[in-house]
C-alpha cells in the first residue's frame, strides 16, 4: 500500500487524499484530474458564480499550498489513457505511473443532445464543470434568449440565474412535470409556481424534436409543433457515470463501478468512491449523485484502504438554490405513499414530509432549515414521528426528537 494513485480530483478524489493524509498515511499519494484548475466545488457553477458573485478562487477546495504541504502529489489536466491491472500501472500518454493501490474517482458527465437534433451546434451548452460555465457565462446579458432543455435541478437552477439576469426563459420538460424522477407533484408544484412568478415560461410535458441553425443554435422545434427563437441553450437532461476507465480494465460495471459495501471493485487492488460507485443498499443497489455523499463515501474509502473494515452507509441529503428559495432534502422519498404537509414561518416557508405507511422516508424543506434539520436527525436515528404531529402547525418541531 506504499503507492496509492487516484483517478480524479472532483470532490470525492480531493477528499479521499485529505483523509488519507489525515488519517497518518506515510506512502506516497498522487491525485489525478483531468482538468487545469486544482479541485474546486461544482455546486456554485450553475448559481453564484455563474451570476458573477463567486470568483474562481473561491470556489477551490483547498488553497494549493495545501497539496504541496501534505506531500500529495497532484497531477492536472492529466488524461488518463488507460489502467494495466496486472502490472498495477496507469498510464498517461507514454508514462507509466505505478500504483499499489488504485482509487478510481472518475465522477459523471453531463448527458447531451444527438448531433443529429443538433447538439453539436455551436451555443449549446451542459452544466458540469467550470469549463462549461465560462463558456456560457458571456451569453447572460439582458434580453437574451435562453432554451433550457430539463426540468431537472440543474436546468431549474439554470433557469433562475438567467430570469434573475434579466433573460427570457423557456424551459422545457418532456415529462409530466418537473422535478418528476427526483420529488413529489407538491415540491414541483411548489417550484413550478416559483419559476412562473419570476417570468420562467415552463412548459411540461413538451419535448425537443431539434434545434435549428446552420453553425450556432437560432431556433428549436418542440415535440408539439411549437418553434422557438433562441440565443443559445443549455441542456440538464441528466449525468452518467464516468466507467470507461473501469470497463476496459475489466471491472465489474453496474449502474457504475460495481462496489462492496468498503468500497473494493471487483479488483482487490482497485477502490472506487463518488457519483461513478455504486454501492450496496438494503436488498439492492444504489448510485447517488450529490456533494455529501462523494464526500462521505470517499473518506470512508480512504479509512478502509487503511483497514477500518466499516461498511458505508449513506444518509443522504441535498440542497438546491433557486431564487430566493433554499431547498434542502434529507433522506431518499423513492417508494413513499404519503405526502404531509407543514407550512413554516418565514417567506415562502414550506416543509414536505414523505411517509411510506408510518415510517418517514425523507423531507423536503424550502426555506425552513428547522423543518430540514429536525427531519433529517429522525431520518438518521431511524425515528418516524406521527405523521398528524407533523401536520399539526401547534407541535413544536423539536419535540419530535425526543
Known amino acids: 500500500m506504499s503507492d496509492i494513485v487516484v483517478i480524479g480530483a472532483g470532490q470525492a478524489g480531493a477528499s479521499l487524499v485529505a483523509r488519507l493524509r489525515k488519517n497518518g498515511f506515510g506512502g506516497s499519494v498522487t491525485l489525478i484530474g483531468n482538468e487545469p484548475a486544482p479541485p474546486y466545488q461544482r455546486p456554485p457553477l450553475s448559481k453564484a458564480y455563474l451570476k458573477g458573485e463567486m470568483t474562481v478562487e473561491r470556489l477551490y ?39 499499489d493501490t488504485l482509487v478510481l474517482c472518475t465522477g459523471s458527465s453531463p448527458r447531451r443532445l444527438p448531433a443529429s437534433i443538433g447538439g453539436a451546434l455551436e451555443g449549446v451548452h451542459v452544466m458540469r464543470d467550470l469549463a462549461d460555465a465560462d463558456a456560457m457565462g458571456p451569453r ?32 422545457v420538460e418532456m415529462a409530466d412535470r418537473i422535478l418528476q424522477r427526483v420529488a413529489s407533484p407538491e415540491t414541483s408544484e411548489y417550484f413550478r409556481a416559483l419559476h412562473r412568478a419570476h417570468g420562467v415560461d415552463i412548459r411540461e410535458g413538451v419535448g425537443l424534436e431539434r434545434l435549428l441553425g446552420e453553425a450556432h443554435v437560432t431556433g428549436a422545434k418542440l415535440s408539439d409543433g411549437t418553434e422557438l427563437d433562441v440565443d ?3 441542456v440538464g437532461v441528466g449525468i452518467a457515470p464516468n466507467t470507461s476507465l473501469a470497463e476496459a480494465a475489466g471491472l465489474e460495471i453496474d449502474n457504475g463501478i460495481r462496489i462492496d459495501a468498503e468500497g473494493r471493485t471487483s479488483n482487490p487492488a482497485i477502490w472506487a468512491a463518488g457519483d461513478c460507485a455504486s454501492f450496496p443498499h438494503k436488498a439492492g443497489r444504489l448510485r447517488l449523485e450529490s456533494v455529501p455523499n462523494a ?30 428559495v433554499k431547498l434542502q432534502i434529507a433522506g431518499l422519498g423513492a417508494g413513499y405513499d404519503r405526502i404531509v404537509k407543514r407550512a413554516g414561518t418565514g417567506t415562502q416557508s414550506l416543509s414536505l414530509w414523505y411517509f411510506v405507511g408510518d415510517r418517514l422516508l425523507a423531507v423536503d424543506a424550502m426555506n425552513d432549515p428547522r423543518a430540514y434539520m429536525v427531519g433529517k436527525r429522525l431520518i438518521e436515528a431511524g425515528k418516524s414521528p406521527p405523521a398528524d404531529a407533523v401536520a399539526d402547525p401547534g407541535t413544536d418541531l423539536k419535540s419530535l426528537l425526543a
Open 61 to 99: 477546495l483547498r488553497p494549493a499550498e495545501f497539496y504541496e504541504d501534505a506531500q500529495i502529489s497532484l497531477r492536472l489536466d492529466a488524461h488518463v489513457d488507460r489502467i494495466d491491472p496486472a502490472a498495477r500501472r496507469v498510464y498517461i500518454a507514454d508514462e507509466a505511473l505505478p500504483y
Open 140 to 171: 447572460f446579458g439582458t434580453g437574451a434568449r435562453v432554451l433550457i432543455v430539463g426540468g431537472g435541478y440543474i436546468g431549474l437552477e439554470a433557469a433562475a440565474v438567467a430570469a434573475q439576469k434579466g433573460l427570457h426563459v423557456t424551459l
Open 232 to 234: 443559445f441553450v443549455i
Open 295 to 324: 464526500i462521505d463515501m470517499a473518506e470512508c474509502v480512504a479509512d478502509n484502504i487503511m483497514g477500518a473494515g466499516t461498511p458505508y452507509v449513506p444518509q443522504p441529503w441535498f440542497w438546491s438554490d433557486q431564487f430566493d
